[in-house]
Nanobody, 116 residues
Framework: QVQLVESGGGLVQAGGSLRLSCVVS????????MGWYRQAPGKQRDLVAR???????IYADSVKGRFTISRENAKNTVYLQMNSLKPEDTSVYYC??????????WGKGTLVTVSS
């Protein structure tokens, strides 16, 4: 198991930027990939971005060119830099860790609200 603690959410105007952080602790050697998901009220939780151990990344089409996922291994931290934010980006953002052999651990989430 790993523990994930997100931070960095808040209220921002459309066009603004935020950087989310996720601090990881626990069985870090079992992590295969890290990701950010988001869930708006009444909707399913969707993948926003993911970074694998080899550094490869994937993004949801809706955030390509605006969001960047990165990691700082020395600080056991994964980031999500969000630029050019839109009202439709408003959601609770969750950090996730995919573990070997295949379970997923989740953080408690951080709320991002983008005003128009």
């Amino acid at each position: 198991q790993v523990q994930l603690v997100e931070s960095g959410g808040g209220l921002v105007q459309a066009g603004g930027s935020l950087r989310l952080s996720c601090v990881v602790s626990g069985s870090i050697s079992r992590i295969n990939a890290m990701g950010w998901y988001r869930q708006a009220p009444g909707k399913q939780r969707d993948l926003v971005a993911r970074i694998s151990n080899d550094g490869s990344t994937i993004y949801a089409d809706s955030v390509k060119g605006r969001f960047t996922i990165s990691r700082e291994n020395a600080k056991n931290t994964v980031y999500l830099q969000m630029n050019s934010l839109k009202p439709e980006d408003t959601s609770v953002y969750y950090c996730s860790a995919v573990l070997i052999p295949g379970s997923t651990n989740w953080g408690k989430g951080t709320l991002v609200t983008v005003s128009s």
